[in-house]
T-cell receptor
């Protein structure tokens, strides 16, 4: 079956620090990969996505590259801000779309000023 | 734009009570789904629907019923609530599109069963 393993949290960083959140996956077929972000008290919002090997998704300074050879989709940001404090979820869509998503456990990020 | 609207936002139930969590979307999406979010476990799929009159089970369907009579609405029913159903519930919708099609989520319903 499908599964997503995500870096354990919580993660606490100082403002302007470099962020990496690791995500690896197991999937049958050829999935699409997503990062969703959940701000306090809100629902999930799509942060970025990638639909094929070597694709790089990017948004708001965050990036992740679809690595088929290592089955990974690590999230990175060069300089985090206090406003980036949230829970980040890695997810895969086995059908290629986001219709039936398999989520990782989530990583709580706190950025201190 | 309203997007995906869930009601109520918070609910406390006693064991054995029943209730319906409401979900409505105004984007004319064919696909709708319900997830539950538990600490350390991410989100898990409960039920989903690919269109009016069509529903199917996800990973954790036991204790929940759904129906889809219109494109817009996809209610989730708890027939006899149990403490194990204490969770945050999210409804999502997406078009039946191609690779990379995004899912849109509601703001969630926090349910406590005592």
């Amino acid at each position: 079956g499908n599964s997503v393993t995500q870096m354990e949290g919580p993660v606490t960083l100082s403002e302007e620090a470099f962020l990496t959140i690791n995500c690896t996956y197991t999937a049958t077929g050829y999935p699409s990969l997503f990062w969703y972000v959940q701000y306090p008290g809100e629902g999930l919002q799509l942060l970025l996505k990638a639909t094929k090997a070597d694709d790089k998704g990017s948004n708001k300074g965050f990036e992740a590259t679809y690595r088929k050879e290592t089955t990974s989709f690590h999230l990175e940001k060069g300089s985090v801000q206090v406003s980036d404090s949230a829970v980040y979820f890695c997810a895969l869509g086995s059908s290629g779309s986001a219709r039936q998503l398999t989520f990782g456990s989530g990583t709580q990020l706190t950025v201190l000023p | 734009n309203a997007g995906v609207t869930q009601t109520p936002k918070f609910q406390v139930l006693k064991t054995g009570q029943s209730m319906t969590l409401q979900c409505a979307q105004d984007m004319n999406h064919e696909y709708m789904s319900w997830y539950r979010q538990d600490p350390g476990m991410g989100l898990r799929l409960i039920h989903y629907s690919v269109g009016a009159g069509i529903t199917d089970q996800g990973e954790v369907p036991n204790g929940y019923n759904v129906s889809r009579s219109t494109t817009e609405d996809f209610p989730l029913r708890l027939l006899s609530a149990a403490p194990s159903q204490t969770s945050v519930y999210f409804c999502a919708s997406s078009p039946l599109g191609s690779r990379g099609t995004e899912a849109f989520f509601g703001q969630g319903t926090r349910l406590t069963v005592v």
